[in-house]
């Protein structure tokens, strides 16, 4: 599921934004009553965005804890200590995926490569227009849109998506949403 994002640039200016790609740990939710081995991980019924493992082992209470936000706070529950452990996303390893990003005039129901709608078409692979460098085992996704490519945008709102294709080709959209160029301002220079 792809996030919504609104970015701004002067015309002419390099439009340069960082994104990361975050998956979900897989893990089991907390419940009562349950018998719980050392090093199991839980994350609360409501997510509080943190999992926590298990440094005493035991049986969960009747009634889930209140779970702390700090990293290595612990929690009793029944007779199972709970610490936490840290976030419950992890970065997704983009090592071998390649990317593109296009900026369109007009919302379109199906953006691709080949959409000839696209007044500017961004990969992996450098050119003029810009790049998109991807960080490996850090999930991060840098784009940069150059100063050139903007200079030939007129200024009003536009619309990108960003796609990350994975080693098997699968088409994942990890970030869309509206970029508004405004006029190029020329400053003054005083004698």
Do not use: R
């Amino acid at each position: 599921m792809s996030q919504t994002y609104a970015l701004a640039c002067d015309q002419g200016a390099t439009l340069t934004f960082v994104a990361t790609w975050l998956d979900a740990i897989p893990t089991a939710s907390w419940a009562p009553a349950t018998v719980v081995g050392t090093n199991d991980s839980v994350v609360p019924s409501a997510s509080n965005g943190y999992i926590f493992e298990c440094t005493t082992a035991g049986l969960t209470g009747a009634l889930e804890p209140t779970w702390p936000t700090t990293l290595a706070a612990t929690v009793t529950d029944g007779t199972v200590v709970w610490t936490c452990a840290g976030p419950d996303v992890a970065a997704q390893d983009l090592n071998s995926y390649t990317a593109y990003m296009g900026i369109s005039s007009t919302v379109q129901p199906v953006l691709n490569a080949a959409n000839p709608e696209y007044l500017a078409f961004v990969t992996t692979t450098s050119s003029s227009q810009g790049s998109i460098t991807l960080g490996g085992a850090a999930g991060t996704v840098t784009v940069v849109v150059t100063g050139e490519t903007t200079a030939l945008l007129t200024a009003k709102k536009y619309y990108y998506d960003l796609f990350l294709i994975s080693p098997t080709d699968v088409s994942t959209m990890l970030l869309t949403g509206t970029i508004v160029v405004t006029p190029a301002v020329t400053t003054p220079t005083y004698e």
